[in-house]
């Protein structure tokens, strides 16, 4: 069975930092894209940070660029999403997913985790 779980999310003030965890079970998740999205109330569900499938490389979206930093740890099957410098308009639920993606676009991923409450607020 496969499954994601999130963990890592909380309050945290501007300019602060937090690690989301997305251990995986039922697969390998190094043979499959990984990402990270997030959808904030009232707005669509974005990409934020992507491994896709055939490439080492990592897509990031521009408002994350240099402020976040997705890493994946084989050994346990587990990815991370590092977050500095957060902001209030980082404020949403962050979710890990995987599939065949070749984009960091949702409607390619076709398992998802439960998701993880950011919330960045003095």
């Known amino acids: 069975q496969v499954q994601l779980v999130e963990s890592g999310g909380g309050l945290v003030q501007p300019g602060g930092s937090l690690r989301l965890s997305c251990a995986a079970s039922g697969f390998t998740l190094a043979y499959y894209a990984v990402g990270w999205f997030r959808q904030a109330p009232g707005k669509e569900r974005e990409g934020v940070s992507c491994i896709v499938s055939n490439s080492n490389s990592i897509y990031y979206a521009d408002s994350v660029k240099g402020r976040f930093t997705l890493s994946r740890d084989n050994a346990k099957n587990t990815v991370y999403l590092q977050m500095n410098s957060l902001k209030p308009e980082d404020t949403a639920v962050y979710y890990c997913?995987?599939?065949?993606?070749?984009?960091?676009?949702?409607?390619?991923?076709?398992?998802w985790g439960q998701g993880t409450q950011v919330t960045v607020s003095s």
């Open positions: 997913a995987t599939g065949r993606a070749l984009m960091c676009v949702s409607t390619e991923y076709d398992s």
